[in-house]
């Protein structure tokens, strides 16, 4: 049963927001493989299988963000094939009319599980590879799972999903573009995001090994706009440049609060999917309050919508209608306040910090004295970086 809101903790928006058209069901943090760049939270450990949802909560959650606008929904996690239940969650998002996408890394899902996923009504799967080549795939994953996500690949071609292959991009394997175009080709991928590393959560704690050269980024983008004009409309590239080396932000999540539900495996509710690093903001949870609300009535939601937040430069900047500040996560990681510009915009005082990360990317690995040591995202790792459940702590 969902409780009644707190109507002395309700906040009104300045001006009412459409409704939250994507929802992101992070369904576990659960996940077979470690990745470097995983953008789940540093201490996800803290969040088990006990603490997640239960079937029922979904159920409920799926059909209150479909009363409240939503047409999109997204199944997530970590991997969201751990859950005994996805074919029951897919199916009656299908039902109450969701347009339908799991992200998966490929394990869990074999014939009899695709096989169930269609007659659910499962519309699309997005599958992740790490790189082209069994090695640095299986490395940087920390697992044996190359072979097993080409099966995966030719199981969703059997079952006529649209092939949709994601892979991150970043300093380990930038250089590898053509390589990485060139399996989706072979593998009859119909879209193919390479989406450079975004630094957040754990590819945060690892930036120093992963933030590629300016160099070396140009040199990908070369390869990728000669592969898109060699192979048409065979195959639909997306590029996806890190913001660091860029003098304006992103809007964060195309708005704060605008389009994007993001509901976690225990059920917080957040407008991004990192935004629990946030200090001194309450998010609220599907268990104490319907989705209607939280969406446009919780503190949460409306803590950064509108500009009456902000601080200067922004309060005065004859550009904030189109980057609204730029990302909330990324300025509480890198200044210590939420509320502070984007240090990615050159305007921001706090610019410094980004012009001494990509400084120290254009350092060929030869010629750095200190290395440190990638750190994998495993469950031990989680719980020595954030002891106290600190995720600002472990990613200092």
């Known amino acids: 049963?969902?409780?009644?809101?707190?109507?002395?903790?309700?906040?009104?928006?300045?001006?009412?927001?459409?409704?939250?058209?994507?929802?992101?069901?992070?369904?576990?943090?659960?996940?077979?493989?470690?990745?470097?760049?995983?953008?789940?939270?540093?201490?996800?450990?803290?969040?088990?299988?006990?603490?997640?949802?239960?079937?029922?909560?979904?159920?409920?959650?799926?059909?209150?963000?479909?009363?409240?606008?939503?047409?999109?929904?997204?199944?997530?996690?970590?991997?969201?094939?751990?859950?005994?239940?996805?074919?029951?969650?897919?199916?009656?998002?299908?039902?109450?009319?969701?347009?339908?996408?799991?992200?998966?890394?490929?394990?869990?899902?074999?014939?009899?599980?695709?096989?169930?996923?269609?007659?659910?009504?499962?519309?699309?799967?997005?599958?992740?590879?790490?790189?082209?080549?069994?090695?640095?795939?299986?490395?940087?994953?920390?697992?044996?799972t190359f072979e097993l996500k080409r099966r995966t690949a030719q199981m969703i071609k059997a079952n006529g999903w649209p092939m949709v292959l994601n892979c991150v991009?970043?300093?380990?394997?930038?250089?590898?573009?053509?390589?990485?175009?060139?399996?989706?080709?072979?593998?009859?991928?119909?879209?193919?995001?390479?989406?450079?590393?975004?630094?957040?959560?754990?590819?945060?704690?690892?930036?120093?090994?992963?933030?590629?050269?300016?160099?070396?980024?140009?040199?990908?983008?070369?390869?990728?706009?000669?592969?898109?004009?060699?192979?048409?409309?065979?195959?639909r590239i997306f590029f996806v440049v890190p913001d660091y080396y860029e003098t304006r932000p992103k809007k964060c999540m195309n708005g704060w609060g605008n389009v994007f539900l993001t509901i976690t495996p225990d059920g917080t509710a957040l407008p991004c999917h990192t935004a629990k690093m946030i200090k001194g903001v309450d998010f609220p949870n599907v268990r104490d309050m319907g989705v209607q609300d939280i969406w446009y009535r919780s503190p949460g939601f409306n803590h950064f919508r509108g500009d009456a937040w902000m601080k200067e430069p922004c309060r005065t900047c004859p550009e904030k209608e189109k980057d609204l500040g730029g990302c909330r996560c990324q300025a509480m990681m890198l200044t210590g306040d939420a509320a502070n510009a984007d240090p990615v915009c050159d305007k921001s005082p706090h610019h410094h910090h980004i012009e001494d990360a990509v400084a120290y990317a254009q350092v060929p690995d030869a010629q750095r004295t200190v290395v440190k040591p990638l750190v994998f995202r495993d469950p031990k790792n989680s719980r020595a970086l954030s002891p106290a459940g600190s995720e600002e702590a472990a990613s200092s």
């Open 1 to 144: 049963m969902t409780a009644p809101l707190n109507a002395a903790s309700a906040i009104a928006p300045a001006s009412q927001p459409g409704p939250p058209l994507w929802l992101l069901a992070e369904l576990t943090y659960r996940c077979p493989l470690h990745c470097v760049f995983c953008y789940n939270p540093v201490n996800f450990a803290r969040t088990g299988a006990e603490a997640e949802l239960s079937t029922a909560d979904w159920l409920r959650v799926l059909q209150e963000a479909r009363a409240a606008g939503s047409v999109q929904c997204g199944f997530s996690g970590g991997e969201p094939m751990v859950r005994d239940d996805l074919e029951v969650l897919v199916a009656e998002a299908h039902r109450l009319g969701f347009y339908t996408n799991l992200l998966t890394s490929g394990v869990g899902l074999t014939e009899a599980r695709a096989a169930a996923l269609k007659q659910a009504g499962l519309d699309h799967i997005q599958l992740s590879f790490q790189d082209s080549t069994k090695e640095l795939n299986d490395f940087l994953s920390n697992t044996k």
């Open 169 to 235: 991009v970043h300093r380990l394997n930038i250089d590898y573009i053509g390589q990485i175009i060139e399996l989706a080709v072979e593998l009859g991928a119909e879209y193919l995001e390479l989406a450079n590393s975004q630094y957040y959560s754990w590819a945060e704690l690892n930036r120093d090994g992963l933030l590629p050269s300016r160099e070396q980024l140009e040199r990908a983008e070369r390869t990728t706009n000669a592969w898109r004009e060699k192979l048409g409309d065979r195959l």
